[in-house]
């Protein structure tokens, strides 16, 4: 049996998963959940990750027994008519969720750090660096995110622990929230967030094994969990669900409330910095999946033709939305499309390498 060793491994593939899943926590996503689910608002990150990640393994499953991408199990699975729509429905979603985090982190810049800047300007200024990366290949994507991971870990631990004198404990009474089944709802209805996990499939021959796939989003995943949960309980500590509701962008205004000295002051300009640059990767690596799955169906030779012609479509969709508001309902609208996605597509697969196995049976 011949085996050939991709050129990414569990580092690059930690990398990949952690900086796509994370960046929705600098956004609007965990003032909505507060709002929805009120005190137990902290526990939405772990369970949308414990339902996410059965389906991880469950497409890991299917994997292992064909060689092959997403799109090469598909068209073995579900002939070449399925794996077309398929790959179609998932190059959709990538390019929505570059489109709405392109939008949503353009503006969080006009308002935290340019606020006389020209809307379009930034907008422009994102999706140029975006392309950039992606003609850098995803494997500079991916050690660019193994390398930043320390900075973005270590930038929120540092917030969470210099905010300990604002804490109060009964900011989280009641515990129960809205009810433990609002909830698990909520979940399932955020699951969505962890569809660029699904990129690892995706680029599945580029990768050593299957466990390497399987152990890059257990910890990639897991970690961007653990520090989205962390985030959410410590802003209601800080803040408490009636106000909290009313922050736009929570771990911005956690950083503010940070206070070293009279010297020392304004910290969050420094992760102002840093969330921007989570962001465009989360842009790229997005971009780079939707091109992926675009292009295999049509046996390209070369993703390069198509990354303007995507990225133009994703800036269109983009300024669609005329003002905030109508960005975060648009947000709200998409969670449960990718939720779709991110639990029929391993099903859908999983349904059918179980009848086809069964008919091989004597």
Same mark, same amino acid.
């Given at each position: 049996?011949?085996?050939?060793?991709?050129?990414?491994?569990?580092?690059?593939?930690? #990398?990949?998963?952690?900086?796509?899943?994370?960046?929705?926590?600098?956004?609007?996503?965990?003032?909505?959940?507060?709002?929805?689910?009120?005190? %137990?608002?902290?526990?939405?990150?772990?369970?949308?990750?414990?339902?996410?990640?059965?389906?991880?393994?469950?497409?890991?499953?299917?994997?292992?027994?064909?060689?092959?991408?997403? $799109?090469?199990?598909?068209?073995?699975?579900?002939?070449?008519? #399925?794996?077309?729509?398929?790959? %179609?429905? $998932?190059?959709?979603?990538?390019?929505?969720?570059?489109?709405?985090?392109?939008?949503?982190?353009?503006?969080?810049?006009?308002?935290?750090?340019?606020?006389?800047?020209?809307?379009? %300007?930034?907008?422009?200024? $994102?999706?140029?660096?975006?392309?950039?990366?992606?003609?850098?290949?995803?494997? #500079?994507?991916?050690?660019?995110? $193994?390398?930043?991971?320390?900075?973005?870990?270590?930038?929120?631990?540092?917030?969470?622990?210099?905010?300990?004198?604002?804490?109060?404990?009964?900011?989280?009474?009641?515990?129960?929230?809205? #009810?433990?089944?609002?909830?698990?709802?909520?979940?399932?209805?955020?699951?969505?967030?962890?569809i660029g996990g699904l990129l690892l499939f995706v680029l599945a021959p580029q990768f050593q094994s299957p466990a390497t796939l399987r152990t890059a989003l257990v910890y990639g995943g897991g970690l961007s969990a653990v520090l989205r949960t962390l985030v959410i309980l410590c802003f209601i500590l800080a803040f408490g669900v009636a106000q909290g509701m009313e922050k736009t962008l929570p771990f911005f205004e956690m950083s503010r409330l940070v206070y070293l000295s009279r010297y020392i002051q304004r910290i969050e300009a420094l992760f102002i910095v840093l969330w921007v640059i989570t962001g465009l990767l989360a842009i790229a690596i997005n971009l780079y999946a939707a091109l992926q799955l675009i292009a295999r169906p049509l046996n390209l030779p070369s993703l390069r033709p198509l990354v303007p012609v995507i990225a133009i479509v994703i800036v269109n969709i983009a300024v669609i939305p005329p003002d905030l508001n109508t960005v975060v309902e648009a947000g709200n609208n998409l969670d449960p499309l990718l939720s779709a996605g991110m639990i029929g597509g391993p099903l859908l697969l999983a349904v059918a390498e179980f009848v086809k196995r069964r008919r091989k049976r004597p």
């Amino acid at each position: 049996m011949s085996y050939q060793p991709g050129r990414m491994g569990i580092a690059e593939g930690i #990398g990949l998963t952690f900086m796509v899943m994370l960046p929705r926590v600098f956004l609007t996503s965990p003032a909505d959940t507060i709002a929805a689910i009120r005190n %137990i608002a902290w526990l939405a990150p772990l369970l949308n990750w414990l339902i996410a990640l059965p389906m991880f393994y469950l497409l890991a499953w299917v994997m292992a027994r064909h060689r092959g991408d997403l $799109y090469a199990v598909s068209e073995r699975l579900l002939g070449r008519a #399925g794996a077309w729509l398929l790959a %179609i429905f $998932y190059a959709t979603l990538f390019i929505l969720d570059a489109a709405a985090l392109l939008r949503q982190f353009a503006e969080n810049t006009l308002l935290t750090a340019l606020p006389a800047t020209e809307f379009r %300007i930034v907008i422009f200024w $994102y999706i140029l660096f975006a392309v950039v990366l992606v003609y850098f290949g995803i494997e #500079g994507i991916a050690r660019a995110c $193994y390398l930043l991971m320390p900075f973005v870990v270590g930038g929120v631990a540092a917030v969470i622990l210099l905010l300990t004198p604002f804490y109060d404990a009964y900011h989280l009474v009641p515990w129960q929230g809205t #009810g433990l089944l609002s909830a698990f709802q909520r979940g399932l209805a955020l699951v969505g967030i962890n569809i660029g996990g699904l990129l690892l499939f995706v680029l599945a021959p580029q990768f050593q094994s299957p466990a390497t796939l399987r152990t890059a989003l257990v910890y990639g995943g897991g970690l961007s969990a653990v520090l989205r949960t962390l985030v959410i309980l410590c802003f209601i500590l800080a803040f408490g669900v009636a106000q909290g509701m009313e922050k736009t962008l929570p771990f911005f205004e956690m950083s503010r409330l940070v206070y070293l000295s009279r010297y020392i002051q304004r910290i969050e300009a420094l992760f102002i910095v840093l969330w921007v640059i989570t962001g465009l990767l989360a842009i790229a690596i997005n971009l780079y999946a939707a091109l992926q799955l675009i292009a295999r169906p049509l046996n390209l030779p070369s993703l390069r033709p198509l990354v303007p012609v995507i990225a133009i479509v994703i800036v269109n969709i983009a300024v669609i939305p005329p003002d905030l508001n109508t960005v975060v309902e648009a947000g709200n609208n998409l969670d449960p499309l990718l939720s779709a996605g991110m639990i029929g597509g391993p099903l859908l697969l999983a349904v059918a390498e179980f009848v086809k196995r069964r008919r091989k049976r004597p």
